[in-house]
């Protein structure tokens, strides 16, 4: 390659005719091994270097994912919706996590997709699928979440799409940082996003995460509104999940509410997140994705997933009224440029922090706008208490 004759049409020509397919997946994993063994945080080895390495053996890494790791007390959540297709294709490849235990909450597909889930379900012991559940109605992911999670009968749970994969790279070393856990969550550093041509682009690199307590964690996601997909391929406790779900209505941001109410309520403890590099979450996008579009229904979801850590944020004098509106304040206008909506419903809160009407006016205010999911069955509780506290 240093030589001054190099053309590199010729050494193209040349590699394809005299490596077979074979040597290439041995020189490919051989390559992409030594990638992952690298001490990023000594060495001089860039996310754009991981990013190409990962774009040009992404094919092989979905042919032949090597990983058999697999956790005792673990169970994954796979929650689907009209892509049972792509969930089936990942669970042939072994792209969810292989044989590790699973259950599959269906939420009312169409008949196509039900057909294939029956046939998973036929298959779920080569699958190490415990259940598929199929719900009668289209009832939002925060409630089929609930109706698959008291199905888990073990210590730790994870969340996984129907269309995202989980990639191990050294699984040594996950299952020790897993067995060390305590009760910390273990999440891994990099969220990459895979479009349908299998280009990869960096979505969330959650490497500063690294060591926060719960109450720096829960005080950045409040005044950012955003927790970086945290929540995807996360290892939590069963039972804190169990007992911080979010309500019904939640058809975005419930993982949002879940992590705010876990960090909220156990605040006590010196509690941290461990970030690890020896697996990777991929999330598939397309221009369908739910991710992708926002409406006025889901942003004003979004601003009352902000009131419940605003809620935990306040009671723990963790941030002041002020910080939390400016905060709010700062995200209607985020949201009102990107998408055309945001600060009507940002001005409504801070008049409901300002105690310029209770949560009984609010549910009304939040009717007259379009929004009408919100009653007095169902409203969360912060909102509920959340005055007493400014």
């Given at each position: 390659?240093?030589?001054d004759?190099?053309?590199?049409e ?5 590699i ?9 997946i ?9 990638v992952?063994n690298f001490?990023?945080k000594n060495?001089?080895?860039t ?6 390495n990962l774009?040009?053996?992404?094919e ?8 058999n790791?697999?956790f ?13 297709e ?9 792209l969810?996590?292989?044989k590790q235990?699973?259950i599959?909450?269906d939420?009312n ?5 039900k ?10 012991n ?9 719900n ?17 009968n073990?210590?730790?749970i994870?969340?996984l ?9 050294n699984e ?5 940082e ?6 910390n969550?273990?999440?891994p550093?990099y969220?990459f996003n ?6 990869i682009?960096?979505?969330y690199d ?5 060591n926060?307590?719960?109450d ?8 950012s509104?955003?927790?970086s997909g ?5 290892f939590f406790s ?13 058809k ?9 109410r ?7 403890k010196?509690?941290?997140i461990?970030?690890?590099e ?7 996008l397309s221009n369908?994705?739910?991710s ?11 601003f009352?997933?902000?009131i419940?850590s ?5 009671k723990?004098n ?5 910080e939390?509106?400016?905060s709010i ?9 990107f ?6 419903v940002s001005?409504?809160i801070?008049?409901f922090?300002n ?6 006016d609010?549910i009304?205010?939040l009717?007259?706008i379009?929004?009408k999911k919100?009653?007095?069955n169902?409203i969360?509780?912060e909102?509920r208490t959340?005055?007493k506290y400014?």
């Open positions: 390659l240093k030589e004759e190099y053309n590199s010729y050494y193209r020509e040349w394809e005719n005299n490596y077979c397919f074979e040597e290439k041995y020189q490919i994993n051989h390559l992409f091994e030594n992952i001490d990023i060495k001089n080895i996310i754009d270097y991981l990013k190409f774009k040009n053996n992404f092989i890494i979905m042919q032949e994912n090597f990983s790791i697999f005792e007390d673990l169970t994954i959540i796979i929650p689907t919706y009209n892509r049972s792509i969930l089936n294709y990942d669970l042939i490849n072994g969810k996590f292989k235990n699973k599959i909450i939420d597909s169409k008949i196509e997709d057909n294939i889930l029956y046939d998973i379900q036929n298959k779920k080569f699958y190490g699928i415990q259940e598929v559940i199929f009668d109605k289209n009832l939002g992911v925060s409630s089929a979440l609930k109706n698959a999670i008291k199905k888990v073990t210590d730790k994870s969340f799409g129907d269309d995202d994969l989980l990639i191990v790279l040594n070393l996950l299952m020790k897993y067995e060390q856990m305590n009760e969550i273990l999440i550093r969220m895979l479009d349908n041509k299998n280009n682009s960096l979505g959650r490497k500063d995460f690294n926060f307590s719960f720096k964690l829960l005080k950045k996601i409040t005044i509104g955003e927790i945290f929540n995807s391929g996360a069963t039972y804190e999940i169990k007992n911080n779900l979010a309500e019904d209505f939640f975005v941001g419930e993982d949002y509410v879940i992590l705010s876990i960090l909220g309520n156990n605040l006590k010196d509690r941290r461990k970030v690890t020896n697996y990777i979450y991929f999330r598939r369908k994705s739910l992708r579009i926002m409406d006025k229904e889901k942003i004003i979801i979004h009352i997933s902000l419940i605003s809620y935990y944020c306040l723990k963790l941030l002041k009224k002020e939390i509106k400016s304040s700062y995200r209607g206008n985020v949201l009102e440029k998408y055309g909506y945001g600060n009507q001005k409504l801070i008049k922090l105690k310029e009407f209770n949560f009984e609010f009304i205010y009717d007259e379009g929004f919100l009653n007095l169902n969360p509780f909102l959340i005055q400014l």
